[in-house]
């Protein structure tokens, strides 16, 4: 069983540009986040989706910014116009779909974004 | 919504001594409280949970107590070792969200 994959693993773009990241989560999960973390800092909660859904996108940026989990493929972070405060490390981690109580978060590799 | 907080930031400790990192949450609903390790340029990884019916879980050196009263939670690293050296999350999760503490860097010195 594969782990969360995240493509790509580095990604350079210039100013103004769009960035892609995408995520596919382990297999028989249904839950994907997406995380943003800068240099030496913490794991920043971004968007929390289902297949179709988006459950909790507070804490993504109004603008830019927007995420999709479709029903075939992986859930893609867009991230429209960059700027240089985009450069981060983006995590997708996925759960399975649980009933009650919560689950293990396993995470990807990360996509590192570096914006020039 | 829910607020972690998370102390210290940094920490070193001699090689064999204990570490210890405590988190605070605030939603009294929280009921899952994992604990992750992210190596240098690694992806987080989970190191140990515990559920809210249970206070204290230990895993070969590694321990977490939680005071659901007080609504705060630590890890508790004994005989440490260089490669525990990363930095350390903790998170509170109800339901399917999950609030990730601001990290601490463990430094584990020789």
Known sequence: NAGVMQNPRHLVRRRGQ????????????????WYRQLPEEGLKFMVYLQKENIID????????FSAEFPKEGPSILRIQQVVRGDSAA?????SPRRQSNTGELFFGEGSRLTVL | GENV???????SVQEGDSA??????????????PW????????????IDIRSNVGEKKDQRI?????????HFS??????QPEDSAVYFCAASKGNQFYFGTGTSLTVIP
Do not use: W
């Open chain 1, 18 to 33: 769009e960035a892609r990241l995408r995520c596919s989560p382990m297999k028989g999960h249904s839950h994907v986040y």
């Open chain 1, 57 to 64: 996108e507070s804490g993504m940026p109004k603008e830019r």
């Open chain 1, 90 to 94: 983006y995590f997708c981690a996925s």
């Open chain 2, 5 to 11: 907080e998370q102390h210290p930031s940094t920490l």
């Open chain 2, 20 to 33: 210890v990192i405590k988190c605070t949450y605030s939603d009294s609903a929280s009921n899952y409280f």
């Open chain 2, 36 to 47: 992750y390790k992210q190596e240098l340029g690694k992806r987080p990884q989970l190191i």
């Open chain 2, 63 to 71: 321990a977490v107590t939680l005071n659901k009263t007080a609504k």
């Open chain 2, 75 to 80: 890890l508790h690293i004994t005989e440490t």
